[in-house]
Structures are given as C-alpha cells and as structure tokens.
C-alpha cells in the first residue's frame, strides 16, 4: 500500500540533518504533487533579555528568518515542487511545531532531521524526540 501524502511540513534550522530532511521532503512533495510549507522557529532563547525585550531586534531576526527561508522556497520550486509556502513561530521548535503549527497547517506528514544545530537540541532525544512522540500525524525523522 502506498499513501499519498498532500500537505508535508518540514522544519529546517541550516543543520546537516535538516538538509537532508528538505530534501526528502522535496522529493516526496514532488512525488505525491503535494503541497510542501517549510518551517523554521525563531527561538527566543538564543537571544538575551536585552535583545527578546527589544521588539526592533526581534522583529530583525524575523526578517532575516523569513529572507532565508525565502531561499529554500525558491530551491524547492526550482526543484519542480509547485506548492510551496513557508511559515515562521516564535519559541521552543519541538513544542511549536507540534502545538501551533501543525494544528494551523494540517499536514499528513512532518519530515524533520534528527539531529538539531544549536546547543542541548543537537543530541537526538530532545525536539525531534519530541515531536516523533507527540505530532498527531506520521513523523519521518531523517538522519
């Protein structure tokens, strides 16, 4: 049995893994002529008190996410996907993804890389853990 997914959200954060993981999940949306929403989150802990409390810096970094993200939704178009859109959230990625994001998208598929770039969350165990466990839908977790 085969299943043809037709949305797939996929979370990137520039990590080897997270590549990999977009490019699977390109492949899958091309295969399937699903409609692919690449996500990334803007994690407030990576900033100081000073930088969070400051709405121009926040809303800095958020442009910056959101140029770079533009990047990836080019390369997936240019690939032949031709449903793409990208999405932004603020907090901890496994959590947000899993309460906010999916809820919002409603995917059939999350394709995410099993090792995260930045701190604690580098060791499988912690966000793609996370939503491996508590994503109500199918997760692939790439490596």
């Known amino acids: 049995m085969s ?4 949305r797939i959200l996929v979370g990137v954060d520039d990590s080897a893994d997270a590549l990999l993981a977009f490019d699977y999940a390109i492949h899958q949306a091309k295969q399937d002529n699903a409609e692919l929403i690449i996500t990334s989150i803007l994690e ?8 969070a409390l400051s709405k121009d810096y926040v809303h800095g970094e958020r442009h910056d996410l959101e140029q770079h ?6 390369q997936a178009q240019s690939a032949g996907v031709e449903k ?17 994001i999916i ?13 995260a770039k ?8 912690s966000q793609a853990a ?7 839908i ?4 790439i490596r």
């Open 103 to 115: 809820p919002h998208v409603q995917p059939d598929l999350l394709i995410i890389g099993s090792l």
């Open 130 to 136: 996370y939503m491996a466990k508590y994503a109500p």
């Open 138 to 141: 199918s997760v692939l977790v």
């Open 69 to 74: 993200l533009l990047k990836y939704q080019q």
């Open 118 to 125: 930045k701190g604690i969350a580098k060791h499988f165990g």
């Open 3 to 6: 299943t043809k997914f037709k």
């Open 84 to 100: 793409v859109r990208t999405m932004i959230a603020e907090g901890e990625p496994g959590e947000t993804i899993v309460k906010e």
């Open 44 to 51: 407030s802990d990576d900033m100081n008190v000073f930088q």
